[in-house]
C-alpha cells in the first residue's frame, strides 16, 4: 500500500473471480461483471493518486473447481489485489443462494478489517448482492460507498413475466422479492449510483422508488486496449481459425459474431431464428456463436442446459450445420482472435440481447475494428451512438435482426467507414485511462462532501476509560430485555448464576428498545445486576456499566445525517401512525403505534422517507411497533461495532432476543438465540445454522441456547440442568 492517496474497496461477491485467465462464461454467474471489476480494480491500481485497490469476494472451497478460488489473497498488480473471505457453503453456488449468507460475510470483513493499517476511504458494490454487503459495511464503519447495479431484479422479472414466464415459479427460482427489496435498500442509502448509460439511469433505476436521480453519475467502462486491437494484415489467427472452421463447410464466407452466457436474456436462440429464417442470409454468411464453456451439457446448471438444448433444436430444424460453429470451450485468449478473425471476413458482431445495461462486448467489437448489429436493448444504444460503428434494431422480430445484418454486409463501403468509427472513436470514450478519469474525480467529490478523508487508525478504538471487562472477555452474551431476559425469575436467576461463573472471560450486556433509565429500572425491578454494556432505544445508545460512561463514538457515528425534527413532521399524517409516549422517545429514536389495517405498507414509508431526501432505519416489530432510527443505528449494528471495537470475534458473541427489533443482531456470525415465545416475524429465520430457536421462553431459553452452543464457545462451560418450565412471571410489551 502507497503511504499516500486513496484506499478504494471493491466488493463483487459472486461468480467465479481469478485474475489469471478468468473463466468468463464457464457458468450464468461469470461474465462482464467479473471482468469489469478485474480491470477497474487493476486500471485503479496502476494510478498514483491511489494508494490501494482491494477486491473483496468470497472464498469458494470446491473440489470440482480449481484451487485458485481458495486462495486467501491474489495479487492483480503492485496496489491492487483480490481478498477472499469464506462465508456460507464452502461449496460454490449460484447468486440466488447467496443473500442468506451476506450478514457473514459482513461480519468476516469487520474481523478482517482490525488488521488493516487504515480502513477503507471509500466502497464500491457490484450488483445487489454486494450493495446490501456495502450499505451494512457503511453503516458500521461511517464509510460512503458507490454502488453499481449490473443488471436489476425488477427488469429482470419483468423481461421474464413479459416472455411468459410464471410469477410463482420465477420467485422460486430467482427470490425476486427480497432481490429488490435489497437493492431499493442499497439505492436509498449509496452515496453515488455507477450507470454506463443515460438509459440505465432512466429507464432502469428509475424503476425504483427510492433512486434520487441526483446521486445517478454516468462513467462508461472502459476495455482493455492493450488485448482488443485491430487485425495486422489478412491472415487470421492459425488457432483461433482452426477452432472456428471445422464447424463450417463454406468458412471463408463473412463472419456473424455472437458472445455471450447461455442465459435467456442475451436472446442467442433469438439471433439463431433469425439465421435460420432467413434464406438470403444463410447464403452470405456463416455465424460463430460463442456461449460460454461445458465440456457436457448434461453438467451444466439448468438454465445453461435448456438454453443449450434449445440452440442444438433449433440448428437441426433448420439444418444449420455447417453454416454455425458453436465451440463447447475456449481459452480466454481466443476472445479478442474471434473479434479479428470476423472482422478480417468482413463480417459483423450481433448483440441480439433483450435488457443489456451496457454491453462491453460491442466496445471490444469497436476496438478490434468489427461494426456491430445491436438490438435497442438499454446501454447498447448509447454505445453506437458515441462509436457511430453499426446498425441499432429497434425490434426484436427475427426478420427486423436479419435484415439489419444483411444491409450491413451489403454495403462494403459503409462497413469500412463503421469499422474505422470504431476504432477511432473507442479510444476517446471507451479506454480505461478515460474511466479512471471520471471515476476518481466522482470518489473525490463523494470524500470532500464526507469528511474528506476518511481514516481510521486502530487509535480509534483504543478502550474507554472504565470499561475493562471487555479488554479481558474471550466471549459475550448480549440479551434483549423484556420477553427474553426478563419474564421467568426462577430461569432468571438460573442464568445470572452462570454468568456469574463465568465472570472475567465473558462481558454481559443488554439490548433494548427502552431508554437508560427505564432498563436501569426494570433490570433493578428483576434484581439483575447492572451489565458490563447497555445497549438502549434500540441501538442508539451504547453505555458500559463503570460511571455508566457513554461511547460518544457511537453517537457521533449514528448522528450523520439524522434529521429528528423533519421526519418526525413527514410521518405526522401517515394513516394508522401513532407517536407513543414521551418516555418511548429519545434524541435518536422516534417511537410509534401502529394500527395494522390503516398504516400503509412499510415499503411506501420508506420511499416517502427517501423522496424527501431524509435517511432513517425504520425498523418494525410484534405487528404494532414501528421505531424509526438513523440509518446506522440498530441492535444489530451496535452489536458489530462492539466486536470491532473490542476485538472480540462476532462467533463469540452470544445474542438472544425475541422479536423484529432484534433480528439484525441474530444474523452474520453471531450465535443467535430465539426464545420459545418469540414473535412471529421471527420464524423466517429458522433452519439458519447460526440461529437457534428454543424450545423454552424467556431466561429458560437463553441457558438452552447456550448448552445448544457450549462446543463452539472459548469458556470452561458448566451446563446446569434444564431449567424448570418457565414461571407465571410478567413480560413488558416491548424489548
Keep these: 500500500m502507497r503511504e499516500n492517496g486513496i484506499y478504494i474497496l471493491l466488493i463483487s461477491v459472486h461468480g467465479l473471480i481469478r485474475g489469471e485467465a478468468p473463466e468468463l462464461g464457464r457458468d450464468p454467474d461469470t461474465g462482464g461483471q467479473v471482468l469489469y471489476v478485474l480491470e477497474l480494480a487493476k486500471a485503479l491500481g496502476r494510478r498514483p493518486e491511489v494508494a490501494q485497490v482491494d477486491l473483496l469476494t468470497r472464498l469458494v472451497q470446491d473440489p470440482g473447481l480449481p484451487a485458485d478460488y481458495a486462495r486467501p489473497e491474489e495479487a492483480l498488480g503492485p496496489h491492487a489485489r483480490i481478498i477472499r473471505l469464506p462465508f456460507g457453503p464452502r461449496r460454490y453456488i449460484r447468486k440466488e443462494l447467496i443473500w442468506d449468507h451476506l450478514d457473514q460475510l459482513v461480519d468476516r470483513f469487520l474481523v478482517y478489517a482490525r488488521e488493516l493499517p487504515r480502513l477503507p476511504d471509500l466502497l464500491h458494490s457490484h450488483y445487489g448482492d454486494a450493495g446490501l454487503v456495502a450499505q451494512r459495511l457503511s453503516a458500521l464503519l461511517g464509510i460512503p460507498f458507490l454502488h453499481t447495479g449490473h443488471s436489476l431484479g425488477r427488469c429482470k422479472r419483468d423481461r421474464l413475466l413479459q416472455a411468459g414466464g410464471k410469477e410463482a415459479a420465477l420467485e422460486r427460482t430467482f427470490h425476486f422479492q427480497r432481490r429488490i427489496r435489497a437493492e431499493d435498500e442499497v ?55 482452426s477452432v472456428v472452421d471445422r464447424f463450417l463447410s463454406r468458412p471463408r464466407k463473412p463472419l456473424l459474431l455472437c458472445i455471450g452466457r447461455p442465459v435467456p436474456s442475451k436472446n442467442i436462440l433469438g439471433l439463431v431464428e433469425a439465421f435460420g429464417l432467413d434464406a438470403e442470409l444463410r447464403a452470405k454468411a456463416n455465424l460463430l456463436l460463442v456461449a460460454g464453456h461445458h465440456e457436457d451439457i448434461r453438467d451444466m446448471d439448468e438454465e445453461g442446459r435448456r438454453t443449450w438444448e434449445s440452440l442444438l433444436l433449433t440448428l437441426d430444424r433448420h439444418d444449420l450445420f455447417g453454416s454455425v460453429a458453436f465451440p463447447r470451450t475456449h481459452a480466454p485468449g481466443d476472445i479478442p ?42 446501454g447498447p444504444r448509447d454505445i453506437v451512438a458515441n462509436c457511430r460503428n453499426g446498425a441499432v434494431v429497434e425490434s426484436l422480430e427475427p426478420a427486423a435482426l436479419s435484415a439489419a445484418i444483411r444491409e450491413a454486409l451489403d454495403d462494403p463501403a459503409r462497413w469500412a467507414v463503421w469499422a474505422r468509427n470504431g476504432l477511432r472513436r473507442v479510444r476517446d470514450t471507451y479506454s480505461w485511462d478515460a474511466h479512471v478519469d471520471k471515476y476518481l474525480k466522482v470518489l473525490q467529490r463523494v470524500l470532500k462532501r464526507g469528511r474528506k478523508r476518511i481514516r481510521r487508525e486502530r487509535a480509534s478504538v483504543d478502550p474507554a476509560p472504565g470499561t475493562s471487562p471487555f479488554l479481558h472477555a474471550r466471549a459475550a452474551l448480549i440479551c434483549d430485555l423484556d420477553g427474553t431476559l426478563l419474564g421467568d425469575r426462577d430461569a432468571l436467576d438460573q442464568l445470572l448464576a452462570w454468568i456469574r461463573r463465568q465472570r472475567g472471560a465473558l462481558a454481559f450486556g443488554v439490548a433494548t428498545g427502552r431508554r437508560l433509565d427505564s432498563a436501569l429500572w426494570a433490570l433493578h425491578a428483576w434484581g ?50 401513532r407517536p ?9 429514536k422516534l417511537s410509534y403505534t401502529v394500527r395494522p389495517g390503516r398504516f400503509p405498507p412499510l415499503e411506501e414509508v420508506a420511499a416517502s422517507v427517501n423522496q424527501a431526501g431524509l435517511r432513517a432505519n425504520l425498523v418494525y416489530s410484534e405487528s404494532r411497533n414501528l421505531d424509526v432510527l438513523p440509518h446506522c443505528a440498530s441492535k444489530g449494528h451496535a452489536v458489530r461495532y462492539l466486536a470491532f471495537k473490542w476485538g472480540i470475534p462476532l462467533d463469540r458473541f452470544l445474542v438472544a432476543g425475541d422479536s423484529g427489533n432484534d433480528r439484525d443482531m441474530l444474523l452474520g456470525d453471531s450465535l443467535g438465540i430465539v426464545v420459545a415465545n418469540h414473535s412471529q416475524e421471527l420464524g423466517e429465520l429458522r433452519g439458519r445454522s447460526r440461529v437457534y430457536f428454543a424450545s423454552q421462553a424467556y431466561a429458560a431459553g437463553i441457558l438452552e441456547g447456550i448448552r445448544h452452543y457450549s462446543l463452539r464457545l472459548p469458556l470452561p462451560l458448566t451446563p446446569d440442568p434444564a431449567p424448570a418450565p418457565p414461571s407465571s412471571g410478567g413480560s413488558a410489551s416491548r424489548g
Design 580 to 588: 407513543q409516549n414521551r418516555r418511548r422517545q429519545g434524541p435518536y
Design 337 to 378: 482472435g474471434f473479434y479479428r478473425l470476423a472482422a478480417q471476413r468482413r463480417g459483423v458482431y450481433v448483440n441480439p440481447s433483450v435488457q443489456e445495461s451496457f454491453g462491453l462486448t460491442l466496445i471490444e467489437a469497436a476496438a478490434t475494428g468489427l461494426p456491430v448489429v445491436t438490438t435497442d436493448s438499454g
Design 187 to 241: 439505492l436509498s442509502h449509496a452515496a453515488r449510483v455507477v450507470a454506463s448509460t443515460r438509459q440505465e439511469v432512466s429507464e432502469q433505476y428509475g424503476l425504483y422508488g427510492h433512486f434520487d436521480p441526483r446521486r445517478a453519475v454516468i462513467i462508461p467502462p472502459g476495455t482493455d486496449l492493450a488485448r482488443f486491437t485491430p487485425a495486422v494484415g489478412r491472415r487470421a489467427d492459425a488457432a483461433v481459425a
Design 528 to 577: 439483575v445486576p447492572e451489565p458490563d454494556v447497555i445497549i438502549s432505544g434500540i441501538g442508539t445508545e451504547i453505555r458500559y456499566a463503570f460511571n455508566r460512561t457513554p461511547d460518544l463514538a457511537w453517537e457521533n457515528h449514528i448522528r450523520q445525517g439524522w434529521r429528528r425534527e423533519e421526519l418526525a413532521a413527514l410521518l405526522k399524517d401517515v394513516p394508522g401512525l
